[in-house]
């Protein structure tokens, strides 16, 4: 299915882009972050709705809200789920406020839950769901008047009312209110066994498997996992456990010492060898959907490093999934076992940065400083953008590649300056600036990703 997207940066341009929609899904889901640690911007969240009924839709681990549902704007994913949208009102917002009815966190860290403490100023009323030692981490150290405004209907005098609580028991599946989705929850052990949470979710007799950070039984020295694992197992096997959610933190060359409660690679299949035991065959194309990676110090990309760890010892048969943030999964993904890694060939950025510009006739006295916005493509991702300690806000462009820069200037005498084709290498002329062009990027946001080969989003 094809939606076309229509972004105005500099000049309006419209973009199509393909990304794979299962018509016969059960589930949609909308990663509004897919990261763990401290990437800011993209740190875990994901919505989920029944297909049957896309205008009701939860929120899992909402790590990320606003900024999350902002980039889901930016894509156009929101707009078949806004057709009530008032034309004065901001679509991200309206969409917290009247579409999401509940949050589920698995754990009170604040890569889990800051998206629902720093929006809780905007937001409508809303249940918060989670087990016991969860909620009370959150009322107590987080909506006390001390760290945050009590925006909940108990706890620390006064309440504001926003969230009403629901601490659920482990092993008993209840209804969402005001929803027909049931969940029951299990227990997790998160680095010496910290509280954290699986998810069973159902709706019209179909499941997601949701499980928080975790690590792995054998480091853990527990059997949460496992109990887990005996519990979905005759999902797998009548066809009805449409995808499992796991986190993978770090690559296999993280030691078993410094996980600290999370998974590698290496982890994953073994703790879904498991699984496959316990259904007594193959998982057959299952979705995996591995979220929750952290950024790294070295100027590589964790992710594609992980997929191939992943798919090199892929011994269960499972269709893994690097989502992005703010595009759109269907689950079932029905796309099949991928097999192959993705490769990126191109970017597309859409960034704010600062010119500094001579005028014509000027020389290199007179520089103008102009921030504006712009794009850049480049004609590959990792070979031309380097990366400021990892982190993806934060690149230069290589002198030695190629790409084009389209940036549109008002303010020159009511001309516009209009720069494109232009190589990173090679000075830039016009009729209205010389040949000095030096630009300074900042606030950059990913907005395309075209993949080549494989099938992860990232």
């Known amino acids: ?25 059960k589930f949609h889901v909308i990663p509004l972050g897919v990261s763990g640690g401290n990437d800011e911007g993209t740190m875990n969240s994901f919505l989920i709705a029944p297909k049957s009924n896309l205008s009701l839709w939860i929120s ?64 409508s009323k809303k249940t918060i769901i989670g087990r016991n030692e969860t909620i ?21 005098t006064p309440f504001l009312g926003t969230y009403n609580y629901l601490t659920a028991d482990f092993g008993v599946p209840f209804t969402i209110p005001n929803t027909a989705i049931t969940v029951e929850i299990f227990p997790l052990c998160h680095s010496a066994c910290y509280p954290s949470t699986g998810f069973l979710i159902q709706s019209d007799g ?6 928080g950070d975790t690590g792995p039984d054998a480091v853990e020295g527990s059997n949460d996992l ?46 879904l060898e498991v699984l496959k035991s316990k259904v007594g065959a193959n998982l057959n194309g299952l979705d995996v959907v591995v979220q929750h990676i ?68 000027t020389g290199s006295k007179t520089i103008v400083d102009t921030a504006l916005p712009f794009t850049i493509v480049t004609t590959s991702d990792e070979a031309c953008l380097s990366y400021s300690n990892g982190k993806r806000n934060e690149f230069h462009i290589k002198s030695t590649c190629s790409c084009t820069v389209t940036v549109s200037v008002n303010d020159w005498g009511g001309k516009s300056l209009n720069m494109t084709s232009w190589n990173t290498g ?17 606030a950059l ?9 494989g099938c992860f989003q990232y």
């Open 136 to 156: 009370n981490n959150i009322r107590d150290d987080l909506f006390n008047w001390k760290v945050w405004p009590n925006f909940a209907s108990t706890g620390t």
């Open 60 to 123: 899992i681990d909402p790590g990320n809200v606003y900024s999350g549902l902002q980039a889901a704007v930016d894509l156009g994913t929101l707009d078949p789920y806004e057709a009530d949208l008032p034309t004065d009102r901001a679509p991200s917002i309206y969409f917290m406020r009247n579409k999401i009815f509940a949050y589920l966190i698995s754990h009170a860290h604040l890569d889990h839950l800051s998206g629902v403490v720093l929006n809780a100023v905007d937001d």
């Open 206 to 211: 179909f499941y997601i498997l949701y499980l």
């Open 294 to 361: 952290k950024p790294v110090q070295q100027r590589v990309d964790p992710r594609q490093i992980i997929s191939q760890q992943l798919l090199s010892n892929n011994t269960v048969g499972v269709n893994f999934i690097i989502p992005q943030q703010g595009r759109l999964l269907t689950l079932p993904s029905g796309r099949g076992l991928c097999t192959q890694a993705s490769s990126r060939t191109r970017i597309r950025v859409k960034a704010v940065g600062k010119f500094r510009i001579a005028r014509k006739g």
């Open 1 to 25: 299915m094809k939606y076309c997207l229509l972004f105005f940066l500099v000049f309006g341009f419209v973009r199509c882009s393909d990304w794979y929609i299962n018509e016969n899904a």
């Open 445 to 453: 946001t990913y907005i395309d990703t075209k993949i080549t080969t």
């Open 426 to 442: 090679t000075p830039f002329a016009s009729d209205f600036v010389d040949s000095k062009v030096d630009i300074s990027l900042y």
């Open 226 to 271: 496992q109990n887990i694992w005996t519990r979905v197992a005759p999902l797998v096997q009548q066809g009805t456990l449409t995808a499992i959610f796991l986190e993978c933190s770090y690559d296999n060359s993280r030691p078993d010492n410094l996980l600290f409660g999370h998974l590698t690679p290496k982890w994953i299949i073994a703790e």
